[in-house]
């Protein structure tokens, strides 16, 4: 008999949802732009549901969530930290990771992986807005373009712009004063990119980086940002189009980890 599993990810800026077959098969992905404190949290999770014909959580053989809003579940039996279930989704996806450079809505970390894919050290970067997906938001918005542009614009670029400040407030207004001195916004873009790029660089080179490197997190499906964080680092990132489910796909898999232990 199938053992169906669920790993729910509340961050600050969106909701994910991932149902597991036999901790071997994704067979339900699910992700919602809002977080902890929406109703992002419930509309993930049933949509994750109706992927495999279900109705409720009281259906799956076990779940578990982790992320920023985890403990506001209370529908959901297992909390996890976010650590060790983005250690456990990398080493599901990629099993050479040695390192994961993961950035959030709201923080930014990187972990070092063993052989076996337990956890051996992390640095974490939860105090600032810089080096985060909110400061790549914020300027966004100055710019008045889509978060999806960024990679585009990225490519575009033809001039090295230096954005000095590491604050957010101080680079929303350095931006400003680039645009009225006629910079191009690809070449700001690219820019931001180089900026986030050496705050996040910095964290990974204090936890010791080691191939194979991956990169998790909505960020990661900007290409853009990959290619800046790999300039930093002098390594090749690898990414996956489950990068932004990491921690929910560790989530399940735990789920599945404790279904199993339960039955022993």
Same mark, same amino acid.
Request: aromatic letters at 4%; hydrophobic letters at 40%; glycine letters at 10%.
């Given at each position: 008999?199938?053992?169906?599993?669920?790993?729910?990810?509340? *961050?600050?800026?969106?909701?994910?949802?991932?149902?597991?077959?036999?901790?071997?098969?994704?067979?339900?992905?699910?992700?919602?732009?809002? *977080? %902890?404190?929406?109703?992002?949290?419930?509309?993930?999770?049933?949509?994750?549901?109706?992927?495999?014909?279900?109705?409720?959580?009281?259906?799956?053989?076990?779940?578990?969530? %982790?992320?920023? *809003?985890?403990? =506001?579940?209370?529908?959901?039996?297992?909390?996890?930290?976010?650590? =060790?279930?983005?250690?456990?989704?990398?080493?599901?996806?990629?099993?050479?990771?040695? %390192? +994961?450079?993961? +950035?959030? *809505?709201?923080?930014?970390?990187?972990?070092?992986?063993?052989?076996?894919?337990?956890?051996?050290?992390?640095v974490m970067n939860d105090k600032c807005a810089a080096g985060t997906g909110r400061f790549?938001?914020?300027?966004?918005?100055?710019?008045?373009?889509?978060?999806?542009?960024?990679?585009?614009?990225?490519?575009?670029?033809?001039?090295?712009?230096?954005? =000095?400040?590491?604050?957010?407030?101080?680079?929303?207004?350095?931006?400003?004063?680039?645009?009225?001195? !006629?910079?191009?916004?690809?070449?700001?873009?690219?820019?931001?990119?180089?900026? +986030?790029?050496?705050?996040?660089? =910095?964290?990974?080179?204090?936890?010791?980086?080691?191939?194979?490197?991956?990169?998790? !997190?909505?960020?990661?499906?900007?290409?853009?940002?990959?290619?800046?964080?790999?300039?930093?680092?002098?390594?090749? +990132?690898?990414?996956?189009?489950?990068?932004?489910?990491?921690?929910?796909?560790?989530?399940?898999?735990?789920?599945?980890?404790?279904?199993?232990?339960?039955?022993?």
């Amino acid at each position: 008999m199938s053992k169906f599993t669920m790993g729910v990810d509340v *961050g600050s800026t969106a909701s994910k949802c991932v149902i597991i077959k036999d901790g071997e098969e994704i067979v339900a992905t699910s992700v919602v732009p809002v *977080g %902890t404190g929406t109703s992002g949290p419930a509309r993930v999770m049933k949509g994750a549901l109706e992927q495999v014909g279900l109705t409720s959580i009281d259906e799956l053989d076990g779940a578990v969530a %982790t992320g920023y *809003g985890r403990n =506001s579940l209370k529908e959901v039996p297992e909390q996890m930290s976010e650590l =060790s279930c983005h250690a456990k989704g990398a080493y599901f996806l990629f099993p050479r990771v040695r %390192t +994961i450079i993961d +950035i959030g *809505g709201q923080d930014s970390k990187a972990l070092k992986l063993s052989d076996n894919g337990m956890l051996e050290n992390f640095v974490m970067n939860d105090k600032c807005a810089a080096g985060t997906g909110r400061f790549l938001d914020v300027i966004a918005k100055v710019l008045e373009i889509g978060l999806e542009d960024l990679e585009k614009l990225d490519e575009q670029s033809t001039k090295e712009l230096t954005i =000095s400040s590491t604050c957010t407030v101080f680079a929303e207004s350095e931006v400003i004063s680039q645009l009225a001195s !006629g910079a191009k916004i690809p070449d700001i873009v690219k820019g931001i990119h180089t900026a +986030i790029a050496s705050r996040v660089g =910095s964290l990974a080179k204090r936890v010791g980086i080691q191939d194979d490197v991956i990169m998790t !997190g909505g960020v990661a499906l900007n290409k853009g940002m990959v290619r800046a964080l790999e300039r930093n680092i002098g390594f090749k +990132i690898h990414t996956s189009e489950y990068c932004q489910l990491n921690g929910a796909i560790g989530a399940a898999l735990f789920a599945y980890q404790k279904c199993i232990q339960a039955e022993k």
